[in-house]
């Protein structure tokens, strides 16, 4: 199995409108074909990231994938992650850009079908290898992944989705932190660990927020203007008021109006924006 093969196999998978899907009893596709990357399970990067975000509670590959298979002696240097971006299809930004304060139904919808596809494509990912008889689990949907408070950062988990797409080449953090990938940032985020020596996916940056407009020249503040919380300036993303805008405003909105049921829906400062579905930092064309 190699990257190639695996991302094939991915997006035949989502391909099929039972398995990709806005809705029940909708053809709207939730995503567009993903892009998949890979690092080693012994990259420096993801210690970094344990001692930076939380080192009593985040997970390092080999920690992950221990939890998942005990006894198993795997460490990070047999492992291989493989993660990917699963980016909002055209029709889905359009819609939600038209919104300013409340989150469009269908990216509600996304937020929540939506990451019921990525999570049967985890447990997919992880049915491919084991068809070799490889071992492999997805952190996220292990029982005891967990939301926990980060000393620096404030809310955090013990698995973070984004930060191993940026590990995996896939992409650098914005001001807003979402992470803003070749394909923009309207995206959802997914991976797995496996036991196996895949080629690692080249990082083609060197800073962690390379690809935003405003860090790297200091001109862009779209998203600023875009959330209706206040949560994002200069300085970068409060998360406080980001989730007590979503907890208490989007979320009955989308339960009142749209689904019937609550669902931690916003995302607006993920479209409308130059980073929408592109790196900016690249010339079109280039």
């Known amino acids: 199995m190699n990257i190639q093969t695996l991302s094939a196999r991915m997006a035949g998978w989502m ?21 998949v990357g890979c690092a080693a399970g012994d990259d420096p990067l993801f ?17 992950a994938f221990a939890r998942a298979f005990p006894g198993s002696g795997a460490t990070g240097a047999d492992l291989s992650v493989v993660s990917w971006v699963l980016p909002q299809t055209e029709h889905t930004r359009k819609a939600h850009g038209q919104h300013k304060e409340m989150p469009s139904e269908e990216w509600s919808r996304a937020r929540h079908y939506g990451e019921k596809v990525n999570e049967a494509l985890r447990r997919f990912v992880v049915g491919v290898f084991a068809e070799e008889g490889v071992d492999a689990c997805a952190p996220a949907l292990l029982p005891d992944w967990t939301r926990a408070e980060s000393p620096r950062y404030g809310f955090a988990s013990t698995w ?21 990938t070749p394909r923009g940032k309207a ?60 907890r208490s ?10 689904l019937g049921f609550r669902v931690n829906s916003c995302g607006l400062c993920q479209v ?9 930092t690249i010339k079109r064309g280039g």
Do not use: M
């Open 15 to 35: 391909s099929d409108p039972g398995n990709n899907s806005l809705g029940p009893g909708l053809d709207l596709p939730a995503f567009d074909a993903p892009l």
């Open 47 to 63: 210690d970094f990231l344990k001692q930076d975000i939380g080192p009593d509670f985040y997970w390092t590959p080999a920690q």
């Open 160 to 180: 973070s989705e984004r930060h191993t797409a940026y590990a995996c080449g896939l992409g650098t953090f914005g001001l807003s932190d979402g992470l803003i």
């Open 187 to 246: 995206i959802r985020v997914g991976s797995v660990v496996v036991r196996a020596h895949l080629a690692p996916t080249p990082r083609p940056y060197t800073r962690h927020n390379e690809w935003c407009l405003f860090h790297a020249g200091g001109k862009c503040r779209a998203c600023i203007k875009r959330c209706p919380a206040g949560a994002i300036s200069e300085k970068g993303h409060d998360k406080v008021k980001c989730k007590t805008y979503i």
């Open 249 to 258: 405003i989007t979320a009955p909105h989308v339960e009142a109006n749209q």
């Open 272 to 280: 409308r924006v130059p980073c929408e579905s592109r790196n900016p």
